[in-house]
């Protein structure tokens, strides 16, 4: 167990549909990233966040968007889904930007 | 923009056998390195990392990794593998610093009796 929680595991739902996936970092880590893993393009980086802040961004389309709580938590908007939208999204978080990420299980999404 | 390279997309080995996959890096100047192992069902765990020093890294699991610079590579090692090492193993690199990684594909490696 990394400490990094995700929910929901599995997520399945229609074209067109807006879905929202949470992820609480480990205790005292400030950096949060997400990453999609699909079969065709791997693992990639989408967004990262550092304390309540907008980092970095990496492949993320327009139709989704992030953000991070006071609290740390952060949750992944994803709108007008498309079936090839259908991944796994991983959450990491690491003390500061430099440092080891931890890896969530994961959420599965199914775009049907 | 970064680029990882992993050779392998798939490698069936024997149990006991040697295993040694390949890793390559696009980025010239100072960089970070992982290996990530994902094993069934389970969420990306780190092998090892290499940030400077010495360039041979040992990780966990009997894992080690070289980092060679002039070929861009870190290939990950293991004298003899076991049924339990089954699983995608990643690569992954960013600058040092505040940079993302940028992961390679992935190598399913399964091992068998």
């Known amino acids: 167990d990394s400490g990094v929680t995700q929910t929901p595991k599995h997520l399945i739902t229609a074209t067109g549909q807006r879905v929202t996936l949470r992820c609480s970092p480990r205790?005292?880590?400030?950096?949060v990233y997400w990453y999609q893993q699909s079969l065709d393009q791997g693992l990639q980086f989408l967004i990262q966040?550092?304390?309540?802040?907008?980092?970095a961004k990496g492949n993320i389309l327009e139709r989704f968007s992030a953000q991070q709580f006071p609290d740390l938590h952060s949750e992944l908007n994803l709108s007008s889904l498309e079936l090839g939208d259908s991944a796994l999204y991983f959450c990491?978080?690491?003390?500061?930007?430099?440092?080891?990420?931890?890896f969530g299980p994961g959420t599965r999404l199914t775009v049907l | 923009a970064q680029s990882v390279s992993q050779h392998n997309h798939h490698v069936i080995l024997s149990e006991a056998a040697s295993l040694e996959l390949g890793c390559n890096y696009s980025y010239g100047g100072t960089v970070n390195l992982f290996w990530y192992v994902q094993y069934p069902g389970q969420h990306l765990q780190l092998l090892l990392k290499?940030?400077?020093?010495?360039?041979l890294v040992k990780g966990i699991k009997g894992f080690e990794a070289e980092f060679i610079k002039s070929k861009f590579s870190f290939n990950l090692r293991k004298p003899s593998v076991q049924w339990s090492d089954t699983a995608e193993y990643f690569c992954?690199?960013?600058?040092?610093?505040?940079?993302?990684?940028?992961f390679g594909k992935g190598t399913r490696l399964s091992v068998i009796a």
């Open positions: 992954a690199s960013r600058n040092s610093g505040n940079t993302p990684l940028v």
């Open positions: 290499y940030f400077s020093g010495d360039p």
């Open positions: 990491a978080s690491s003390l500061g930007p430099p440092d080891e990420q931890f």
């Open positions: 966040y550092y304390n309540g802040e907008e980092r």
């Open positions: 205790s005292g880590d400030l950096s």
